[in-house]
């Protein structure tokens, strides 16, 4: 099994600042089959980035994903206060796995 | 509008049986692989199985092999998780996902709202 961890757990920051979210692969991911969700309370996750750089559809451009073999990114350029969530990320290019976690809150 | 609507969520005990149901609208159910996914209460996401388009094919996470049954009914759009032998840690919110493509390894673009199933006596 691929275990993902994401860093940092929580990350602070104040809406207009850039957000930089890491997640890390037990193992080198096929075809860099990563995706970024964003969970808000009380609600489903919803879909940001698959393939590790392609935002889904109706996604805005102030997220951005990178990264490949066992280091990924999700960037979110300028924080707006919609954006305050618990964001995961999942791999599927084997069993599929999600991180734990990291949860951007207000500073 | 792309929609899934998680029906048959409750309360079991310890060793019995449940049947989630997972309603489509809005796209080509057939074309599509469908996934169950979960959330433990305060806990992260963990994928449980993936069936394909045509229901040839599934796939199960170790946790649930052997317990679980997934099945989907393209003539009414509709995906199904049997689910016996419970325990207290199946007690989750489940989801039903679409899959990104006829793909049972995949990312999920569309959730439902999830039904609750607790497993305690």
């Known amino acids: 099994e691929i275990v993902l961890t994401q860093s940092p757990g929580t990350l602070s920051l104040s809406p207009g600042e850039r957000a930089t979210l890491s997640c890390r692969a037990s193992?080198?991911?096929?075809?860099?089959?990563l995706a970024w969700y964003q969970q808000k309370p009380g609600q489903a996750p919803s879909l940001l980035i698959y393939?590790?750089?392609s935002r889904a559809t109706g996604i805005p451009d102030r997220f951005s994903g990178s990264g490949s073999g066992t280091d990924f990114t999700l960037t979110i350029s300028r924080l707006e206060p919609e954006d305050f969530a618990v964001y995961y990320c999942q791999q599927y290019g084997s069993s599929p796995t999600f991180g734990p976690g990291t949860k951007v809150e207000i500073k | 509008e792309v929609q899934l609507v998680e029906s048959g969520g409750g309360l079991v005990q310890p060793g019995g049986s449940l049947s989630l149901s997972c309603a489509a609208s809005g796209f080509t159910f057939s074309n599509y692989a469908m996934s169950w996914v979960r959330q433990a209460p305060g806990k992260g996401l963990e994928w449980v199985s993936a069936i394909s388009g045509s229901g040839g094919s599934t796939y199960f996470a170790d946790s649930v092999k052997g317990r679980f049954t997934i099945s989907r009914d393209n003539s009414k759009n509709t995906l199904s998780l049997q689910m016996n032998s419970l325990r207290a840690e199946d007690t989750a919110l489940y989801y039903c996902?679409?899959?990104?493509?006829?793909?049972?390894?995949?990312?999920?673009?569309?959730w439902g709202q999830g039904t609750m199933v607790t497993v305690s006596s």
């Open positions: 193992q080198s991911l096929t075809s860099s089959y």
């Open positions: 393939g590790a750089s």
């Open positions: 996902a679409k899959n990104y493509g006829d793909y049972l390894l995949s990312a999920f673009d569309i």
